[in-house]
């Protein structure tokens, strides 16, 4: 089964760090550009960071380079965000997606959470 | 990042047809592939097309899209209840290196 699995959210404190996982299966996860995609409560879809398949290129929104970093262990098939200075408007579930393939993101997880509150 | 222009709502009723456009200021969709996305309340978003035009296997052809101009347009025919939802468009900007989502049209079938 073609499959995403995120973890690693929770609650935070403003200025805390957290380390988002996703475990791919079902697909050529070495192969595939994957990415972080987050959707504040109530809003639209934001995305977050993309990685190459080989892990070298990276590439970030404006709204979190500098704090988030994204990366990737093939032989575990599994991506990685890891989130520090969080804010408050850093509150959104988090999903992991295979892609953008020719712009699309062809596989969803089904979300992980972040709250920042104090 | 600049994002694509969505209509907060469309609605009709059942069986009827509703029109959800995508458009932006500047060459993104014309110079990249537009995709479309459908996220049921609750649930994660799922690829409905993709290549502008296309849809992967157990999309129904109710869903069809085009794309002219800077601007891209979701189809959705014979209007079911199952279809109410959250559709998004996107495309990554080439020249940003960053990738852009419209701002979400929630469906709604009357």
């Known amino acids: 089964e073609v499959q995403l699995v995120e973890s690693g959210g929770g609650l935070v404190q403003p200025g805390g ?19 972080w995609v987050r959707q504040a409560p109530g809003m639209g ?9 080989g892990g070298v290129n990276k590439y970030y929104a404006d709204s979190v380079k500098g704090r988030f970093s994204i990366s ?20 959104a579930a988090y999903f992991c997606a295979k892609g953008p393939d020719r712009g699309a993101f062809g596989i969803w997880g089904q979300g992980t959470k972040v709250t920042v509150s104090s | 990042q600049s ?4 209509p907060p709502s469309v609605s009709a009723a059942p069986g009827q047809k509703v ?7 500047s060459s993104k969709i ?9 996220q049921l309340p609750g649930t994660a978003p799922k690829l409905l097309i993709y290549d502008n035009n296309k849809r992967p296997s157990g999309i129904p052809d109710r869903f069809s899209a085009s794309k ?10 014979g209007l079911q209840t199952g279809d109410e939802a959250d559709y998004h468009c996107g495309t990554w900007d080439s020249s940003l290196s960053a990738y852009v989502f419209g701002t ?4 709604s079938v009357l």
């Open chain 2, 68 to 77: 002219s101009g800077t601007s891209a347009t979701l189809d959705i025919t």
């Open chain 2, 104 to 107: 979400g049209t929630k469906v």
């Open chain 1, 17 to 35: 760090s957290l380390r988002l996982s996703c475990a791919g299966s079902g697909f050529s996860f070495s192969s595939s550009v994957m990415s």
């Open chain 2, 19 to 25: 029109t959800i456009s995508c458009s932006e200021s």
């Open chain 2, 30 to 38: 014309g110079s990249n592939y537009v995709s479309w996305y459908q």
């Open chain 1, 72 to 91: 990737r262990d093939n032989s575990k098939k599994t991506l990685f965000l890891q989130i520090n200075t969080l804010r408050v408007e850093d509150t």
């Open chain 2, 3 to 6: 994002v694509l222009t969505q």
């Open chain 1, 45 to 53: 879809l934001e995305w977050v960071s993309s990685i190459s398949d």
